[in-house]
C-alpha cells in the first residue's frame, strides 16, 4: 500500500519568507508525527498528533513553527518567518493507535529539504 | 525516554557479520529496545524491537542482556546496501516520541 508521502520534496525560500510543508499519512494510521534532521544530525522531535487529543508540541523550537492535521488525515507544518538557521530536511511519520499494535512502528516519508537563502 | 551511547561509525567489508552496541545504563522497567535504519536521502525505518533476551527476524538479529543495560544489533552477511545510519531507541512500547542521538554510521566496502 501507499506510504507516507511529504511535498514538496525540496523547497528553497528566502530568509523572512514563511513555508508550508505538507504530510500525508498512512491511511488509518492516528497518529502524525514531525521531525527536523539537521545535516549530519539525528532526528529532532517537533510535534506529535494523536487522533483527537491536543497534540504534543514540546518540541517546537519556536513560536514560528505550528502545525495542524485535518482529522486523521494531512498534516501541514507551517514555518513562519524562516530563518537560515531552518534549513534542514523536515521529516514526517506515521503509526497506527498504539493500544492495538504490538510495537510502536514509526513509517517515515522521505522527508522536504528546505533551504533558507 | 532513557539516553543512549553508541558508536559514532563502524566499518565493515561485505560478507562480514557487523555487530553495533549500544549502552543505556537507565533503561526502565516498561522500556523497550528499538532499532531503526536510515539510508542517505529516506527517512529512518523500523529494523527491530526487543524487550530481554534474543529477537530474530528476517533483517537482524537484538541481542539483549539480562541486566538490560546495552543491547547489540546483528547484522549477518552485511552488503554494501547495508551501509547506513543505525539509531538505537529506548523507550516505553507506547511511547508516542521517538528520540533519536546521531546513530552509527556502517560503512560497508568491497
Known amino acids: 500500500g501507499a506510504g507516507v508521502s511529504q511535498s514538496p520534496s525540496n523547497k528553497v525560500t528566502e530568509k523572512g519568507k514563511d513555508v508550508e510543508l505538507r504530510c500525508d499519512p498512512i491511511?488509518?494510521?492516528?497518529?502524525l508525527y514531525w521531525y527536523r534532521q539537521r545535516l549530519g544530525q539525528g532526528l529532532e522531535f517537533l510535534i506529535y498528533?494523536?487522533?483527537?487529543?491536543?497534540?504534543?508540541k514540546s518540541g517546537l523550537p519556536s513560536d514560528r513553527f505550528s502545525a495542524e492535521r485535518t482529522g486523521e488525515s494531512v498534516s501541514t507544518l507551517t514555518i513562519q518567518r524562516t530563518q537560515q538557521e531552518d534549513s534542514a530536511v523536515y521529516l514526517c511519520?506515521?503509526?497506527?493507535?498504539?493500544?492495538?499494535?504490538?510495537?510502536?512502528?514509526?513509517?517515515f516519508g522521505p522527508g522536504t529539504r528546505l533551504t533558507v537563502l | 525516554l532513557a539516553k543512549t551511547t553508541q558508536p559514532i561509525s563502524m566499518d565493515s567489508y561485505e560478507g562480514q557479520e557487523v555487530n553495533i552496541t549500544c549502552s543505556h545504563n537507565?533503561?526502565?522497567?516498561?522500556?523497550?529496545i528499538t532499532w531503526y535504519q536510515q539510508f542517505p536521502s529516506q527517512g529512518p525505518r523500523f529494523i527491530i524491537q526487543?524487550?530481554?533476551t534474543k529477537v530474530t527476524n528476517e533483517v537482524a538479529s537484538l541481542f539483549i542482556p539480562a541486566d538490560r543495560k546495552s543491547s547489540t544489533l546483528s547484522l549477518p552477511r552485511v552488503s554494501l546496501s547495508d551501509t547506513a545510519v543505525y539509531y538505537c531507541?529506548?523507550?516505553?512500547?507506547?511511547?508516542?516520541?521517538?528520540?533519536f542521538g546521531k546513530g552509527t554510521m556502517l560503512l560497508v566496502s568491497p
Open positions: 511519520a506515521s503509526s497506527s493507535d498504539r493500544a492495538s499494535s504490538s510495537y510502536n512502528e514509526q513509517f
Open positions: 491511511s488509518g494510521h492516528t497518529a
Open positions: 498528533f494523536q487522533g483527537n487529543s491536543a497534540p504534543d
Open positions: 537507565n533503561i526502565a522497567t516498561n522500556d523497550y
Open positions: 526487543g524487550y530481554k
Open positions: 531507541l529506548v523507550g516505553d512500547r507506547g511511547y508516542s516520541t521517538l528520540t
